[in-house]
C-alpha cells in the first residue's frame, strides 16, 4: 500500500511540494478510529516513544526514592532544545543520583534550539552532553540504575540490563513483538525497535488511560502522561510544536516527537491514541499531520479545534520578514471525516 499525499507546501497560490504519509488513530483495544495509509509497516518511533521508555523509572520506584517531580518526569520524557534551563534540569536530575555529566553516554551536540546555541557560543563555551536533547531520558535511566543497584556503565547497550527493561516496557505496552530483527540504533545510541503505527497508536492510548495495563503500569503511564501535559516546555522547549500543542491543549492533549517524521501522541478523554509518520521524514509536515489530526479529533472543541488548525497551517516567512508561503492538510487530512476506518 501507498501512502497518501496528506501535506501540501505552497508558494505564492502554487503547491511546491508534497508529503506523504500514513496515519493511525485508535483505542486501547486496537479498535481503530482513523486509518490512512499503511499503517501496519514497521517504522522506528524513534523518540516518540520516550514516555514508554520511562517506565522503568516510575514502577521501579527510582522516581519516588529520588524525589522527582512532575517536571522532572516529564524532563526524562523530552526531546529538549538545550537551552539552559533544560541543561540544568540534567544536571539536577542527574546529582539526586550522585553522579555528573560525565556518566551520560549520549554523546555531545549543540543545542537544538538555536537561540541556546547563540548564548553558548556568545560566553564562549562548548556544549556538554547536557546539552544533548535526549540528556532528560538518559538522566532518568541513570537514576533507574543507580536505584536498582545496576552497573550504570554501558547502559545504552541493548544487552544492558536498563535497555532490556525498556524493551519489555515497549513491548508490553504497544503489544508489538521488539526482536533484534526490527532493532536499529538511535542517535542517542540505545536501542530502537521498528513497530507498526498501528500498535504505536494503541500503545499511547493505553498510556493515556491505563486500559489494557497492569493497574502498576498503568498509574505510572498515566502519571508520565499527566506530567507531560502539564509541563510541555520540558518536554521541548521554546516554540516547539509539542510545547505549542500541549500548551494548546491545556491537560487534554499529549504529544511527542521523533525523528524522521514521526509523532505520536493521545488524547484521554476519548482514550485514543495517535501514531503518524511522514514518509520522507520531514518534521515539518509531520507537525502539520498531528496538529491536523487532533484538530479533527478535538472538533466539538471549537475554540481548541481552531488553534491546533492553525498550528495545521504555518506560514512560510523569507529572511526579509516577507510572507512567501505555507504548509497545510492535504487529502484525506483536509476534509474532516474522511478516511475513517
Known sequence: MSDPVLVEVTRGDLVESRHHGAVAVCDADGAMVLSLGDVERPVFPRSAVKAIQALPLVESGAADAFGLTDEDLAFSCSSHSGEAGHAAKAAALLARAGLGVSALECGVHWPMGE?????LARRGEAPTALHNNCSGKHSGFLCTC???GIDPHGYV?????????VRAALAAVTGAPH?????????CSIPTYAVPLAALARGFARMATGIGLPPQRGAAARRLVAACMAHPWFVAGTGRADTLIMEAG????FTKTGAEGVFCAAVPERGLGVALKCEDGATRAAEVMVAAVLARLLRDDAALAARLDELARP?????NGIDVGGLRPAGALSAPGAGAA
Open 250 to 253: 491545556q491537560r487534554r492533549i
Open 157 to 165: 547497550r541493548r544487552d544492558h540490563a536498563e535497555q532490556q527493561l
Open 115 to 119: 537561540a541556546a546555541t547563540r548564548e
Open 146 to 148: 543507580v536505584h536498582e
Open 315 to 319: 506560514r512560510l516567512v523569507n529572511r
Open 179 to 187: 526482536g533484534e530483527d526490527v532493532c536499529g540504533t538511535d542517535g
